[in-house]
Nanobody, 126 residues
Framework: QVQLVESGGGLVQAGGTLRLSCAAS????????AGWFRQAPGKEREFVAA????????SYADSVKGRFTISRDNAENTVYLQMNSLKLDDTAVYYC???????????????????WGQGTQVTVSS
């Protein structure tokens, strides 16, 4: 099993930055795809960013393109989400997720992932 622990959330002013971390433990030796999702109050869970194990290809939601960057440190089994130029609408609980690199499900969809973290709150204030 893979366990995921997110950290780095908090309160930040609009225009500011945060860097979220997702530490993975357990059976990670075979590699994994990774993604970030978020859920704001009263809204559905929304895809934010993903990175493929096979070739490192990244993908982003249109709402965060140019502002957010997903990356990974394989030696530390950690996935990051660098968030710049934060907006009020970025306020949400952010979840890290991992899935099998053999999965054929597009990474923008939750079914591509098997393991999920507990989430970390990001609040952007004016």
């Amino acid at each position: 099993q893979v366990q995921l622990v997110e950290s780095g959330g908090g309160l930040v002013q609009a225009g500011g930055t945060l860097r979220l971390s997702c530490a993975a433990s357990g059976r990670t030796s075979g590699g994994y795809n990774a993604g970030w999702f978020r859920q704001a109050p009263g809204k559905e869970r929304e895809f934010v960013a993903a990175i493929r194990w096979s070739d490192g290809t990244t993908s982003y939601a249109d709402s965060v393109k140019g502002r957010f960057t997903i990356s990974r440190d394989n030696a530390e089994n950690t996935v990051y989400l660098q968030m710049n130029s934060l907006k009020l609408d970025d306020t949400a609980v952010y979840y890290c997720a991992t899935g099998s690199p053999r999965s054929l499900v597009v990474l923008t969809f939750p079914p591509a992932y098997k393991h999920w973290g507990q989430g970390t709150q990001v609040t952007v204030s004016s």
